[in-house]
């Protein structure tokens, strides 16, 4: 059995930057507020452009990163849960947008953890040898399911895209992956309700907007939680210790939940990669987003253990262990 490496990375942000004092012409919100109890300075809004097309650009920057064609991947998965339509998927989007003809192509839905059961998925395609490579993208227009009328909940998402290209190799890459979800309770926690059931025998009531809706502190209850244990799971479960990783990539949702997630963890904060200031919460693309970042700047270098740790609706959440 091979291994299985990342060896490209890409992402996408739109060009619409809403600052804090943006949001504040539209809700009842300030700089202040909204800087001191979440670190989000400004974000991305998409200017027309929907999912498939950021998921699209960000795969043609990790196919260059990669220098591989788009004829060559065998499998392309999307997490999403702004999906361009119910069908076609927006990974067969994608696959017509870049020309990977030779593709089989699904998305995924598990909300900001996405991203993780994305490369959790391509990885067991790899590892039980059915594909050799696989184009694994987190891709959001958020901003279609966001209220701007709730400051709740619209001042902590935006748009993007982050890609990862896969492929089976003799050296080490990705090590382990941990993933979970708990449908029973989390339900009421983190909401987007979809199309309503229409038709000759079921009339609607009152027709309801797919937005999101949370309860903000029982989400960060659980963030705070989730975080550290899906990295003691994934340290016991490979005999490696805190001091043996060189960076964490968390879900960028929050910067006090990381705060706590290092505090709980007692270990510096510093080791936790953030970009959520530039981005907000981009759900299932903020972690191959910052992933990417930190490629391009040169952060990453070979044989550094990093832990990508992922939470979200669902609930879900996930962890990867990675040798860069
Ligand atoms: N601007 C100004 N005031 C706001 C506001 C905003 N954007 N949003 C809420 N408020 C108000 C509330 O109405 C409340 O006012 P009240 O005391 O008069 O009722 C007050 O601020 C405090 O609200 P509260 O909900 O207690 O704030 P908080 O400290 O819990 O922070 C969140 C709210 C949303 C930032 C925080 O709960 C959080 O980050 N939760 C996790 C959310 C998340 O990450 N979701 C995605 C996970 S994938």
């Known amino acids: 059995m091979s291994e299985v490496k990342i060896i490209g990375t890409g992402s996408y942000m739109p060009k619409g930057i809403t600052t804090n004092d943006d949001l504040s012409k539209w809700v009842d919100t300030s700089d202040e507020w909204i800087s001191s109890r979440t670190g989000i300075k400004e974000r991305r809004l998409s200017i027309g452009e929907n999912t498939s097309e950021l998921a699209s650009k960000a795969a043609i920057k990790a196919l260059e990163n990669a220098n591989m064609k788009a004829e060559d991947i ?78 709740n909940t619209c001042v902590l998402f935006g748009d993007g895209a982050g890609a990862a290209i896969l492929k089976a190799s003799k050296e080490q890459g990705i090590l382990y992956n941990y993933i979970g979800s708990d449908g029973i309770n989390g339900k009421e926690s983190l909401n987007c309700p979809a199309v309503q059931i229409s038709n000759p025998y079921t009339k609607i009531e009152k027709k309801e907007e797919s937005f999101i ?60 990669y953030v970009n959520l200031d530039k981005y907000g919460n981009t759900s299932s693309a903020s972690i191959p987003i910052a992933l990417d970042e930190m490629n391009r700047k040169g952060l990453l270098k070979k044989g550094d253990k990093i832990i990508l740790v992922g939470f979200g609706g669902g609930l879900t959440w996930g962890s990867t262990l990675i040798q860069w």
């Open 74 to 151: 065998e499998l392309i998965i999307v997490a999403t849960i702004t999906g361009d339509s119910f069908t076609p998927s927006t990974a067969c989007i994608v696959q017509e947008n870049i020309g990977a003809f030779n593709a089989v192509a699904f998305d995924i839905s598990a909300a900001c953890s996405g991203f993780i059961f994305g490369l959790n998925t391509s990885y067991q395609f790899i590892k039980g040898g059915q594909m050799k490579n696989a184009l694994v993208i987190g891709a959001e227009v958020l901003s279609k399911i966001v209220d701007f009328k709730d400051r």
């Open 213 to 272: 809706t949370m309860n903000g502190k029982e989400v960060f209850r659980f963030a705070v939680k989730i975080i550290p244990k899906s990295i003691e799971k994934i340290l016991e479960d490979t005999n490696n210790s805190l001091d043996d990783i060189k960076y964490i990539i968390p879900h960028q949702a929050n910067l006090r939940i990381v705060e706590f997630a290092a505090k709980k963890l007692k270990v510096d904060i510093e080791k936790f």
